[in-house]
């Protein structure tokens, strides 16, 4: 079964920083291109990065280029966020997810963390 | 402005069938037949259901299907029950606009 288990949300205050943490279990993660997915309170998903299986290519949305760092550790098959700068607008649940290229799917999903940008 | 327009709600007694429609471009839904559909009921993770326009993943009740005709993909839900009130999500590869790589939502609502 495959498990991916997001953590490291929580509650910053704007400007501050914050490194999410994505673990997968089940799959093979070192073949596997990996993404970040937010959804603000209310709102709908939005697609925030990709990082292709050797982390040698990534994207980002224009909204966190500059600001947001995706990475991956295949040796302990984890995925992070590192967020810098953060507005109130990032505040959102943020899931990984793994994405099927051939496909163009996101396939499975972490449970979501909570990030709150707030004074 | 590009991306992937959704109705913000639709609604169907149990057992109607009520279809979703997801209209993009001729770059990206009508170009590919890479479109997705998303279900998240309220406090979880989204739940891919249709791939490639009209696959089921294994475990997705055949109760829900997907189809295209130009630029527009839909999700039909058929013999509604209880359980699939949920947002739905599309999604189509080759959207210009990154913001867009989802439509909107559509929450389903089972009257």
């Known amino acids: 079964e495959v498990r991916l288990l997001d953590s490291g949300g929580g509650l910053v205050q704007p400007g501050g920083s914050l490194r999410l943490s994505c673990v997968a279990s089940g799959l093979s993660f070192s073949s596997a291109w990996m993404s970040w997915v937010r959804q603000a309170p209310g709102k709908g998903l939005e697609w925030v990065a990709t990082i292709n299986r050797d982390g040698g290519d990534k994207y980002y949305v224009d909204s966190v280029k500059g600001r947001f760092t995706i990475s991956r550790d295949n040796a302990k098959s984890s995925l992070y966020l590192q967020m810098n700068s953060l507005r109130a607008e990032d505040t959102a649940v943020y899931y990984c997810?793994?994405?099927?290229?051939?496909?163009?799917?996101?396939?499975?999903w972490g449970q979501g963390t909570l990030v709150t940008v707030s004074s | 402005q590009s991306g992937l327009t959704q109705p913000p709600s639709a609604s169907g007694s149990p057992g109607q069938s009520v279809t979703i429609s997801c209209t993009g471009t001729s770059s990206d839904v009508g170009a590919y037949n890479f479109v997705s559909w998303y279900q998240q009921h309220p406090g979880k993770a989204p739940k891919l259901i249709i791939y490639e326009v009209t696959k089921r993943p294994s475990g997705v009740p055949d109760r829900f299907s997907g189809s295209k005709s130009g630029n527009t993909a839909s999700l039909t839900v058929s013999g509604l029950q209880a359980e699939d009130e949920a947002d739905y999500y599309c999604s189509s590869y080759g959207v210009s606009n990154t913001l867009r790589v989802f439509g909107g939502g559509t929450k389903l609502t089972v009257l």
């Open positions: 997810a793994r994405r099927d290229v051939s496909s163009q799917i996101f396939d499975y």
